[in-house]
């Protein structure tokens, strides 16, 4: 695996995958060449995360803040996913890939949404990894969501307000369906989240690279994931059960920082099949 050791892996990485627009700047070609570049290079991470045996991949694909870009560049990104997501059903459901996705899903288009949405049954049941991408996202949207969720049905009195805990919170998050992010990578030289995975990241390993993500290659991801190794020690895990607090100690057993929930995979097929319009997992 050249850069990284077999143990220790992070189970759950997310990707901020910046730099499509400058990509293609440089080059002097339209920013839609970028993102096309760019799509390229998820196909290329996504395989050699599986080979690895990474569990979860969260890709930000496509941000709320997103749509306010241009028309025209919002189309191109969205024939772009159209495209993906076909060209790649076949290897997600051959290599036993479970694709999800997180975000208002209701917001995409159709054409987006009449390939997305079979694809997201077909493979639902899917076991070797999971695909999640983050399409209309943003954590903050998410969170509020969450709350609004929480607060009404209080007000119909099926929910004690003082049950409400950051694990009671926590399970309405779709982007923690797949476990605490372990690793979280930002291409294209900025150092923020950019409100992605903001609950879920608060234990998280942070890399950031000033390679721009059409350029990213496997490399690059061997040495974010070797130095995720290297840090990767005794770190306290974001979710804790009621009681434990924040300084270890009390409670019941955590489970590891990332760990995928095995003692309720019921949780991730309710998310996949939730239709509402805060469409999750």
């Known amino acids: 695996m050249n850069l990284v050791e077999a143990r220790n892996l992070p189970r759950h990485v997310g990707i901020i ?29 996504v395989r050699v995360c599986r080979r690895l045996g990474v569990e979860a991949l969260t890709l930000y694909a496509f941000s709320e803040q997103n749509w306010a870009r ?7 990104l969205m024939g772009l996913l159209r495209e993906f997501l076909m060209s790649e059903r076949g290897e997600i459901l051959e290599n036993d890939i479970r694709l999800v996705a997180i975000g208002d899903i209701s917001r995409l288009p159709e054409v987006v949404r009449e390939v997305l949405d079979p694809l997201r049954k077909a493979s639902s049941a899917n076991m070797r990894m999971t695909l999640a991408l983050a399409l209309s996202y ?11 969720e929480l607060a009404m049905e209080a007000v119909a009195g099926r929910l004690d307000p003082e049950a409400i805990d950051g694990a009671l919170l926590a399970a309405r998050l779709p982007s923690l369906s797949v476990g605490e992010p372990d690793l979280i990578i930002r291409t294209g030289g900025e ?18 690279t ?8 496997e490399d690059d991801l061997f040495a974010a994931i070797a ?49 509402g319009s805060r469409t999750g997992v």
């Open 138 to 148: 943003g954590a903050r949207e998410e969170i509020a969501a969450a709350a609004r």
């Open 227 to 275: 130095t995720y190794q290297q840090r990767d020690s005794a770190v306290e895990p974001a979710y804790r059960a009621e009681g434990s607090g924040g300084g270890g100690g009390g409670g019941e057993p955590v489970p590891p920082r990332g760990a995928l929930d095995g003692a309720r995979p019921w949780r991730a097929r309710e998310l996949a099949s939730h239709n």
């Open 191 to 208: 150092q923020r989240l950019s409100n992605f995975l903001l609950y879920g990241a608060a234990y998280a390993e942070l890399s950031f």
């Open 210 to 217: 000033e390679r721009l993500w059409p350029d990213f290659t």
């Open 70 to 76: 241009p028309r025209n560049e919002v189309d191109a």
């Open 17 to 45: 995958m910046d730099g499509n627009g400058r990509w293609a700047e440089l080059r002097g070609e339209p920013r839609e060449a970028g993102h096309k570049a760019g799509s390229a290079a998820v196909r290329r991470i």
